[in-house]
Every structure is written in C-alpha cells, then in structure tokens.
C-alpha cells in the first residue's frame, strides 16, 4: 500500500448489474457476511441448548446479556428492556465489526462514514418517531428548555441544533477512533518493514510500541462499541417519560 488510507478503500470484487441498478459485491461486505454467518451459526449451535452448567462461550454470551441488562436498566430503566433485543444486536454488530477489522487484511467495516452515518441517523429517527408515538406531540417538549420566556427564541433553535447533532455525533466519533487507530497501525508497520531492510535488530525493539498500539486498538474496539451503545440508550431515555424535560 503507498497511502495508510489506501486500506480503506471500497473495492468491487464481482461486477453485478440489474435493471439499471448497481448491485456489485465488494470488499466492504465481506464484514457483513462474517458477521452474518456467526450469528447464524451462533442460533444453530446455541438455540435453545444452554446447559446449566456454561461452559466458555456460553458463560461469555451471558456476561454480555448480564451487562447490556445493567446497561439499560441504569440508563432507561425497566422500560428500556422492550428494547433490549434491539440494543443487544448493536451492540454486537459494532463490537463484531471492530473485532473484524484488526485480524491482519481485515476490513476496518466502522470506519466508513457513510456506513455509520447510516446507522446512526435511522436509529436516532426511529426513536424520535417513537417518541411521537409515544407521547404525540407533547414529546417536542424535549425542545422548550425551563427558562424564562424572553429567552425561548434563543434556546430552542439551540436545544434542535444540538438534537439533530446527535446524528453526526455518533457516527464521527466512531469512525474517527478506528480511522485513526488504524492509520497508526499501518504507518508503524510500513515503518518497522523499512527499518528491517536496514537493521533487523531495531526492527524488532519496535514490535514493542507496535504490541502496545495493538491492545490499545482492542481497547478502542470495546470502548467505542460501549460508547455508541450507551448513547443510544440514553437517547432512548428520552421517550421514557416528559417528566425529566
């Protein structure tokens, strides 16, 4: 690769076209289908065959039950649970996606923009749609601050400015962590093949920043997957109840 972004790059692998419409495979969904086929696989092992006693993966899978459940209670409450299979694919989704991306030629899926941007903004619509539903609307209520009268002109443009900024929020703030992380990666990399051409032995006292940068980036994995999810959740928080407004 001459350019660290070049690894992000969308590439077609089979050409498809139909009616006029571009439906080519590539490189960006094989993540999709990796991720897709582990949860198939998962349903088919694991449905409806949990033993008493967990063995390795199945107490994994309930630790992460056990804590995406203390997750939405903590932010929503009980009334966030009706949402629980919701939150529990996305989170996984993310987390899968981040995963993906540091196995070695792995495609880093969340730090396509557009993608998340995609993501982030209908799940931000679909729970301002429900709050509507919820609370018709008296849910814009969100929008009228407690201050005096004389300064509702001014707040409230600024309280749906800051609203609609949720959109571009969660899906920046996830793209530019693995972005970066990555583009660190590959430049350190490049660097440590260089130096090997000219002294092997300096090479490999670089493979410790290199090993420290690694766990860093799994770190990042979890953490971001954490983060998009508890802002979705407290973002939920908000069709629970007017009272809190």
């Not at 495979?25 to 449905?47: T, V």
């Not at 900024?165 to 490049?190: K, Q, W």
Request: hydrophobic share 60%; aromatic share 16%.
């Amino acid at each position: 690769m001459k350019s660290p972004l070049e690894q992000f790059d969308i590439i077609n692998i089979k050409f498809i076209s139909l009616l006029g419409f571009d439906l080519s495979f590539n490189n960006i969904l094989i993540p999709f289908s990796l991720i897709l086929l582990f949860f198939l696989i998962y349903a088919y092992i694991y449905f409806d065959k949990f033993s008493i006693i967990p063995n390795y993966i199945q107490n994994i899978i309930e630790n992460v039950y056990i804590f995406l459940i203390s997750l939405i209670k903590q932010q929503t409450g009980s009334y966030g649970l009706f949402w629980f299979p919701f939150i529990f694919c996305l989170f996984n989704f993310i987390l899968f996606s981040n995963l993906l991306s540091l196995i070695p030629f792995g495609i880093a899926l969340t730090s396509h923009l557009i993608l998340i941007f995609l993501l982030s903004c209908t799940t931000c619509i679909s729970i301002f749609i429900i709050g509507l539903l919820r609370f018709n609307l008296k849910f814009l209520h969100i929008f009228i601050p407690q201050c005096p009268f004389v300064l509702l002109p001014i707040l409230i443009p600024i309280e749906i400015f800051s609203y609609l900024i949720r959109l571009f929020s969660l899906s920046i703030r996830l793209a530019a962590n693995i972005l970066a992380g990555h583009t660190l990666v590959h430049i350190i990399v490049t660097f440590l093949l260089n130096v090997s051409k000219i002294d092997i032995i300096v090479s490999v006292l670089f493979l410790i920043p290199l090993f420290l940068i690694l766990i860093l980036e799994f770190g990042v994995a979890l953490l971001q997957a954490y983060v998009f999810t508890v802002l979705v959740c407290i973002y939920l928080g908000d069709t629970r109840s007017l009272g809190a407004h």
